[in-house]
């Protein structure tokens, strides 16, 4: 079955330095990777995806992906955090022979002034 | 553009009562799913419809029933609410079953059961 796991609950930046979010995967075929964001009190925003072709994946609001696929991972990063990024970040897996999108279990990332 | 339309945002229940949570989406969108987030835990889903009349569960279908009358609507039904159904819930859509297509979501519907 497929799967996503964020290894890290927090991540700490301050603002203007560069920030990555963390995400591996485990599918049994191709992945299909997403990153979504969520602010306070809102709904999940659609960030980026991974299908297939270029390993590094760019994004809404300066967001970028790196799909890497011998570390199974699809890392998220930004190259100069801002304190509105400051938000729970969320990576999605899915499979081509499913109709399921799995969701991991979430970053918050906190971006200091 | 309305988008992804839930209702309530907050609910309060009793343990044993049921309701209906209401999802709708005015963008003609083919696939609809209900997820809970719960702290530690991410996104969980719960069911998903791949079309009007299809329906099929997801990871935490126990105690939640669904149905999808219509391409618009796919209301979530808790027939006896326990204290474990506490969580904040999400419905979201997409335009196709298309293994690249983004999900829109809703903006949750916070429940809380004693």
């Known amino acids: 079955a497929q799967s996503v796991a964020q290894p890290e609950d927090q991540v700490n930046v301050a603002e203007g330095n560069p920030l990555t979010v963390k995400c591996t995967y485990s599918?049994?075929?191709?992945?299909?990777l997403f990153w979504y964001v969520q602010y306070p009190n809102r709904g999940l925003q659609f960030l980026l995806k991974y299908i297939t072709g270029d390993n590094l994946v760019k994004g809404s609001y300066g967001f970028e992906a790196e799909f890497n696929k011998s570390q199974t991972s699809f890392h998220l990063k930004k190259p100069s955090a801002l304190v509105s990024d400051s938000a729970l970040y969320f990576c999605?897996?899915?499979?081509?022979?499913?109709?399921?999108?799995?969701f991991g279990t979430g970053t918050r990332l906190q971006v200091f002034p | 553009n309305a988008g992804v339309t839930q209702t309530p945002k907050f609910q309060v229940l009793k343990t044993g009562q049921s309701m209906t949570l209401q999802c709708a989406q005015d963008?003609?969108?083919?696939?609809m799913s209900w997820y809970r987030q719960d702290p530690g835990m991410g996104l969980r889903l719960i069911h998903y419809s791949v079309g009007a009349g299809i329906t099929d569960q997801g990871e935490v279908p126990n105690g939640y029933n669904v149905s999808r009358s219509t391409t618009e609507d796919f209301p979530l039904r808790l027939l006896s609410a326990a204290p474990s159904q506490t969580s904040v819930y999400f419905c979201?859509?997409?335009?196709?079953?298309?293994?690249?297509?983004?999900?829109?979501f809703g903006s949750g519907t916070q429940l809380s059961v004693l």
């Open positions: 979201a859509s997409s335009y196709s079953t298309a293994v690249n297509e983004k999900l829109f």
């Open positions: 999605a897996v899915r499979e081509y022979n499913t109709d399921k999108l799995i």
């Open positions: 599918v049994s075929g191709n992945p299909y």
């Open positions: 963008m003609n969108h083919e696939y």
